[in-house]
């Protein structure tokens, strides 16, 4: 899968060094996925939730923070769209964002 918008991981780990080994991690395994489905995604990544409208939720480090992404297979692209704390998260609507 091609990641868009990597550069928010690593802006948001440059500011949060605690989660950089979690999300370098993630980045690694995504690029060398080839997901067709969710199913795909869940045999990848236990802990990912589907939220409606193409958006999947990420726990990172052991939910220490969530990762929102859009997820495409036919391009098969990731579109990073909202990483932070659980608490942060918990004010967002996931499935809009």
């Known amino acids: 899968m091609r990641i868009i918008a990597e550069r928010t991981i690593r802006e948001y780990y440059e500011k949060n060094p605690q989660a950089k080994t979690a999300l370098e991690d993630w980045v690694t395994i995504v690029k060398k996925s080839q997901w067709r489905s969710f ?48 608490k942060e998260y918990d004010r967002i609507d996931c499935s809009t964002i």
Do not use: E
């Not at 193409?54 to 990731?78: A, L």
């Open 39 to 86: 199913s795909d995604i869940k045999a990848t990544f236990n802990s990912v939730d589907y939220v409606g409208n193409q958006h999947y939720v990420f726990n990172i480090k052991g939910n220490d923070y969530r990762m929102v992404v859009v997820i495409k297979f036919t391009p098969k692209f990731v579109l990073i769209r909202f990483i932070g704390t659980h």
